[in-house]
Nanobody, 116 residues
Framework: QVRLVESGGGLVQPGGSLRLSCAAS????????MRWYRQAPGKERELVSA????????NYKDSVKGRFTISRDNAKSTVFLQMNSLKPEDTAVYYC?????????WGQGTQVTVSS
């Protein structure tokens, strides 16, 4: 059974930091590119960041460049998103996504709220 379980969301003040984690199971994690998406109320889901299967290639949405860092630990089947200098516009549900030749999988999401 494939599972992606996000954690680490919460309420943080502007300028603060959060570290999201996504623990994967039920598939060969090291064969899959991993991505973080987010969806704010009333908006479409958008790609925030992605990392290749071996972790050597990464990319970011322009608005989070320099503030967010994606990483992965293939030994622990986990992908991370370090979010610094958070802004109110980063408020959204953040979803973990796995993309491979055998298909794509989604987590249930974790809420991130940036507010004073």
């Amino acid at each position: 059974q494939v599972r992606l379980v996000e954690s680490g969301g919460g309420l943080v003040q502007p300028g603060g930091s959060l570290r999201l984690s996504c623990a994967a199971s039920g598939f060969t994690f090291s064969n899959y590119a991993m991505r973080w998406y987010r969806q704010a109320p009333g908006k479409e889901r958008e790609l925030v960041s992605a990392i290749g299967s071996n972790g050597t290639s990464t990319n970011y949405k322009d608005s989070v460049k320099g503030r967010f860092t994606i990483s992965r630990d293939n030994a622990k089947s986990t992908v991370f998103l370090q979010m610094n200098s958070l802004k109110p516009e980063d408020t959204a549900v953040y979803y973990c996504n796995a993309l491979g030749l055998r298909g794509t999988y989604w987590g249930q999401g974790t809420q991130v709220t940036v507010s004073s």
